[in-house]
């Protein structure tokens, strides 16, 4: 007998299982410093007190992507430690702004699942929840995950996949009751486009790279708690597919959000993610680059502040993006994310 765990294979899942993870988190001031060192985010209202509360906020919230990685990372030892990859993200809401001082936990349930045609591994949907110290619902998302059999000849289970929402409609967003963006100052903020300004079918090249580094990238997923083997076992990893280690999906989301302040610096908040894919796995020395599309706009009910622009974010290794603002060409080979979400923009009036 063992009091260790080599956690949940493929057959371990069944639909409507719920799963309580351990352990509880709470997200501090360092924290934040860490995730700004790690990514260089420069988003005013998560970078400066004085400048939140000019918009009616108490304090610089936690940034919602933080928080996002932090509840994933509590999903990863029950749902994904035995994963081949990461494959996909829907219905990514976000309820209520987190500030450093507040604790998490989270829950999941299986929604889905279905044995690829090797017989080796299978795909596991869930929809993981976080809470916050209040019992608070915080965020909401669904994703997918390839994950090993641990018995190739285990019978296979009835295949199930979720109907998923192709996009959260964006005239259901939340936003916080006591955000106003009437005092907002883009000169602070670092750019003077407002959500009049982006046109529907608009695309930007964020022009910066950014490479990825070994440590790096291990730090990043260490602070979200993510123990998933194949970011950290070296010896393991020599003998799988890649060959190596591979960089968190999270990562290169946070990296490709950072770079695109240049040109989207007044997109304030991620309010939900309608949907992602890993396209190709990233590994050290990789340099990232992005670029943007505008999909579509909202206003949002009773609110003249402020509207909702869809974006879809590229993020490509080792090549710029500046084909693809042109164009809308992309190279398959080099295209590590595709990430659509909401962000909530200050109007010009």
């Not at 949940?8 to 934040?32: S, W």
């Not at 996949?161 to 936003?175: F, N, S, Y």
């Amino acid at each position: 007998m063992t009091k260790s765990t080599r956690g949940n294979f493929f057959e371990d899942f069944h639909l409507g299982q719920k799963i309580a993870h351990a352990v509880p988190r709470t997200i501090t001031t360092g924290d934040v410093s860490l995730y700004s060192a790690l990514y260089g985010m420069r988003f005013a209202i998560q970078s400066s007190d004085s400048f939140a509360q000019s918009v009616g906020l108490e304090r610089a919230p936690v940034d919602n992507l933080l928080l996002f990685h932090v509840i994933f990372g509590k999903t990863v030892p029950d749902v994904s430690l035995n994963a081949v990859a990461n494959l996909g993200y829907a219905e990514c809401r976000f309820f209520a702004p987190a500030v450093p001082g507040d604790s998490f936990t989270a829950v999941s349930e299986v929604i889905g699942l279905r044995q690829n045609s090797s017989g080796k591994t299978g795909i596991v949907y869930v929809r993981s929840t976080g809470f916050n110290q209040l019992g608070e619902e915080v965020l909401s998302f669904v994703r997918w995950v390839m994950v090993n059999k641990r018995d190739a000849g285990h019978p296979a289970p009835e295949p199930v996949t979720p109907d998923l929402a192709a996009a959260v409609a964006g005239d259901t967003l939340h936003v916080p009751d006591e955000l106003r963006f009437s005092k907002y100052d883009p000169g602070l903020a670092g750019s003077p486009y407002f959500f009049e300004d982006y046109k529907i079918g608009e695309r930007i090249d964020h022009i910066d790279g950014m490479t990825i580094e070994e440590a790096e990238h291990q730090i990043a997923t260490r602070l979200y708690q993510n123990t998933a083997k194949g970011h950290f076992d070296d010896v393991l990893q020599r003998n799988s597919r890649f060959g190596r280690r591979i960089v968190y999906g999270g990562h290169v989301i946070s990296l490709a959000r950072s770079l695109s302040f240049n040109g989207l610096a007044n997109g304030a908040f991620v309010a939900a993610i309608n949907g992602g894919r890993h396209v190709n796995p990233a590994a050290a020395g990789d340099t990232v680059y992005c670029a943007s599309e505008i999909l579509e706009s909202t206003a949002l009910p009773g609110r003249g502040d402020l509207g909702a622009l869809r974006v879809r974010t590229i993020a490509t290794k080792d090549m710029s993006c500046g084909k693809f603002a042109d164009s809308g060409e992309l190279a398959e080979d080099n295209l590590l994310l595709e990430l659509d979400y909401w962000l909530l923009t200050p109007c010009r009036s």
